[in-house]
């Protein structure tokens, strides 16, 4: 059976936000030692299933090497993450939106509060967006006061920051 080969997309290498909260690299850290510890059960499934016979016709065999590969491919995406992260930690008393704020705006009238984190982080139904979403970034390094706009559905929205905290 052939694989069909595909273009990449434009984030098929993207490399995920550095930026992280301690709770979210406590919970990244727990997930790679999860998978440390089932990592070599399943090489141990793998070499059990090779042992039974014709790997070609051997779909157990097959499907324990692909799961094997997944489990090592996440493990190194986990560790070069983890590598690679910078704690959030907003400074207190600045003027101006950084990581790990939480700013209050207003827009069309009415008042919302959203927190400002990294990428991996988000929830906008909770109120966590990231910095590189338009809004994050219309609000990135600005003060009480200053009204930034963003486009959002091609319109140009104008929001006013009421609180930072």
């Known amino acids: ?3 069909p080969i595909r273009k ?14 301690t709770t979210k ?14 990592a070599p059960g399943a090489a141990e499934e793998v070499k059990r299933l090779a042992e039974m016979g014709d790997l070609s016709e051997n779909a157990g065999y097959a499907v324990a090497k692909g799961r094997l590969r ?15 992260a910078q704690i959030i930690t907003p400074a207190k008393g ?19 509060t959203y927190l400002i984190l990294g990428s991996t982080e988000t929830n906008p139904s909770r109120g966590v967006i990231s910095h590189n979403s338009p809004i994050g970034a219309a609000l990135m390094s600005r003060a009480v006061g200053d009204s930034p706009t963003y486009q959002s559905g091609g319109k140009t929205i104008t929001c006013k920051i009421i609180k930072i905290e």
């Open 1 to 3: 059976m052939q694989v």
């Open 94 to 112: 600045t003027a101006r939106v950084q990581l790990g704020h939480r700013v209050t705006i207003e827009i069309l009238g009415k008042q919302k």
């Open 25 to 38: 690299l406590a919970e990244l850290k727990d997930k790679l030692n999860h998978l440390k510890k089932i």
């Open 70 to 84: 997944g489990i090592n491919q996440r493990i190194l995406e986990l560790e070069d993450q983890l590598k690679h």
């Open 8 to 21: 990449p997309g434009k984030y098929t290498h993207a490399k995920p936000d550095p930026n992280l909260t």
